[in-house]
C-alpha cells in the first residue's frame, strides 16, 4: 500500500478536463509545499510535470497544472489529448527527510 | 540532454545481494548541484523512492530499506550505484535511477530518469 492515496483510474473526452487527487498526511502533502506530479508511458522514463505544488519545468505545457488544499494535492490536465493517456504519480517530502509517492492513477482518453 | 541508463543482473537469488549501476551522460554527477537517486516499482504498485546520494554530502534512505540499502557514486566513471542485502522476492521491482533537479528544495522533484531495469528475485 503507498504513502499517497491516488484514485486508480479517471478518464475523460478529448478536450475535457480531468483532475487527479493525491492525498496523504500532514506529516508530508499538508506539512510541506514539495509535491512532485510525474507522467509515465509504460516503457519509457517518467517525466516530470509539477514540482513544489504548481511550478512547470521548462518545456511542460500549460496544460499541467498543480495545486494543494490541506492534506490533498491535485494535477489538472485541461484540454486532454490522446498523447495524455498514461500512468501519473504524485510524491511527495515527507518530515523525517523521506520521500513519499502515490501508487499511480491511469489516465484514459475515451 | 541529460541521459541516465541503468545496468546490472536482471536476476538475483534470494539471500544474496542486488547490484545496480548508473550511468549518467555527462559529468555533471561531480556537481555539487545535484542529487542522484533510485526509484524503484514492483509489478503491478506504485513508485518507491530508495534513497538519494550527493557528490558529496549526506545520502538519504527510505527508512523501510536503511538497513539493506548501499548508494555510492563514482565519478570517474560517471556513475552512481545501489547495493541491496538479502532480498527477498518482495525486492523484484523495476528499479529507476533518477537525476533531482538541484539541492535544497529541489532535491525533492527528479527531473530525468533512466528507461528502468526489471529485477527478479528468484531461485
Redesign the interface.
Known amino acids: 500500500q503507498s504513502a499517497l492515496t491516488q484514485p486508480a483510474s479517471v478518464s475523460g473526452s478529448p478536450g475535457q478536463s480531468i483532475t487527479i487527487s493525491c492525498t496523504g498526511t500532514r506529516s508530508d502533502v499538508g506539512g510541506y509545499n514539495y509535491v512532485s506530479w510525474y507522467q509515465h508511458h509504460p516503457g519509457k522514463a517518467p517525466k516530470l510535470l509539477i514540482y513544489e505544488v504548481t511550478n512547470r519545468p521548462s518545456g511542460i505545457s500549460l496544460r499541467f497544472s498543480g495545486s494543494k488544499s490541506g492534506n490533498t494535492a491535485s494535477l489538472t490536465i485541461s484540454g486532454l489529448q490522446a498523447e495524455d493517456e498514461a500512468d501519473y504519480y504524485c510524491s511527495s517530502y515527507k518530515y523525517g527527510d523521506s520521500l513519499v509517492f502515490g501508487g499511480g492513477t491511469k489516465v484514459t482518453v475515451l | 540532454q541529460l541521459q541516465?541508463q541503468e545496468s546490472g543482473p536482471g536476476l538475483v537469488k534470494p539471500s544474496e545481494t542486488l547490484s545496480l549501476t548508473c550511468t549518467v551522460s555527462d559529468d555533471s554527477i561531480s556537481s555539487d548541484d545535484y542529487f542522484w537517486a533510485w526509484?524503484r516499482q514492483p509489478p503491478g504498485?506504485?513508485?518507491?523512492?530508495i534513497g538519494?546520494i550527493p557528490y558529496r554530502g549526506m545520502t538519504?534512505y527510505?527508512?523501510s530499506l536503511r538497513s539493506r540499502v548501499a548508494l555510492s557514486v563514482d565519478t570517474f566513471n560517471n556513475q552512481f550505484s545501489l547495493k541491496v542485502n538479502s532480498v527477498i522476492a518482495a525486492d523484484t521491482a523495476v528499479y529507476?535511477c533518477?537525476k533531482s533537479?538541484g539541492r535544497g528544495?529541489?532535491s525533492?522533484?527528479?527531473?530525468?530518469?533512466?528507461?528502468?531495469t526489471m529485477v527478479t528475485v528468484s531461485s
Not at chain 2, 45 to 49: P, T, V
Not at chain 2, 108 to 116: K, S, V
Request: negative net charge; charged residues 20%; glycine residues 12%.
Open positions: 541516465l526509484i504498485r506504485g513508485l518507491e523512492w538519494s538519504y527510505s527508512p529507476y533518477a533537479l528544495e529541489s525533492r522533484a527528479f527531473d530525468f530518469w533512466g528507461q528502468g
